[in-house]
C-alpha cells in the first residue's frame, strides 16, 4: 500500500543554515511526489513536484528512488521559510487523481 | 480571482445535527476533492470528483455525502455528525492531472463536534 512517512514533526534551524525535511515513500509503481506548503493563516499550496526538476524559493527536492525518498532542502534557511510542510504522493495506482499526504513537518528558522 | 472558497469557515454542531459544506471554485476544474486533517494524521481523502454528476469515495469515506449537481460546486454532507467528524476539512480542485497538474486548496472549515 502506498505511504508517505515525514518522521519529523517539528524542525528549528537557526536562519542562514542549511535546512532539510525528510520524506521517505512506499508505493510499488512509479510515484509522482509533490511538496505542499503551508504559511502561517495561509491555504496548503503547491512549493514544488519532482517531474518539474525546479527550485522554488530555493527548495530543491531530489527523487532518489533507491532510497525511496523525496528530501527537500535549502542551503539557506530564511524567517520566511517558517511554515507547515507536507510532502505528497501520486501515482496511477491510487488514482492519478488522488493524493496521499505525509503528516507534514513545521519547520521553524529562528532570526 | 478566489479560486477554491469554502463555506462556512468554523462551525460547531450538536451530536446527531445534519450540515452541509459547501466548496467553489471559479477556475473551471474539473476535479474536485475533500479532505479532513486531524492532528498527527495528515490530510485524508474522503471523497472526490471528477467531473459534473460524477463522484467517488476515497480513503475514509464512511459516514459522509457528497454532490457535484455543477462543475464549480462541490458539497459534503453529513447526515448524523458525530464526534469523530470533528475535524478541519479542505477543499481542492485540480485540471485533468495530467504531468500531475497541482491541486489548489481552500481556506479550510475547522468543524467541532459537541
Known amino acids: 500500500a502506498q505511504r508517505v512517512t515525514q518522521p519529523e514533526k517539528l524542525l528549528s534551524v537557526f536562519k542562514g543554515a542549511p535546512v532539510e525535511l525528510k520524506c521517505n515513500y512506499s508505493y510499488s509503481g512509479s510515484p509522482e511526489l509533490f511538496w505542499y506548503v503551508q504559511y502561517s493563516r495561509q491555504r496548503l499550496q503547491l512549493l514544488l513536484r519532482?517531474?518539474s526538476r525546479e527550485s522554488i524559493k530555493g527548495f530543491t527536492a531530489d527523487l532518489n528512488k533507491g532510497e525511496t525518498s523525496f528530501h527537500l532542502k535549502k542551503p539557506f534557511a530564511q524567517e520566511e521559510d517558517s511554515a507547515m510542510y507536507y510532502c505528497a504522493l501520486s501515482g496511477r495506482k491510487t488514482g492519478a487523481n488522488n493524493l496521499f499526504f505525509g503528516t507534514g513537518t513545521r519547520l521553524t528558522v529562528i532570526p | 480571482n478566489a479560486g477554491v472558497t469554502q463555506t462556512p469557515k468554523f462551525r460547531v454542531l450538536k451530536t446527531g445535527q445534519s450540515m452541509t459544506l459547501l466548496c467553489a471554485q471559479d477556475m473551471n476544474h474539473e476535479y474536485m476533492y475533500w479532505y479532513r486533517q486531524d492532528p498527527g494524521m495528515g490530510l485524508r481523502l474522503i471523497h472526490y470528483s471528477v467531473g459534473e454528476g460524477t463522484t467517488a469515495k476515497g480513503e475514509v469515506p464512511d459516514g459522509y455525502n457528497v454532490s457535484r449537481l455543477k462543475k464549480q460546486n462541490f458539497l459534503l454532507g453529513l447526515e448524523s455528525a458525530a464526534p469523530s467528524q470533528t475535524s478541519v476539512y479542505f477543499c481542492?480542485?485540480?485540471?485533468?492531472?495530467?504531468?500531475?497538474?497541482?491541486?489548489?486548496f481552500g481556506d479550510g472549515t475547522r468543524l467541532s463536534i459537541l
Open positions: 481542492a480542485s485540480s485540471v485533468r492531472p495530467v504531468d500531475n497538474q497541482p491541486q489548489h
Open positions: 519532482h517531474i
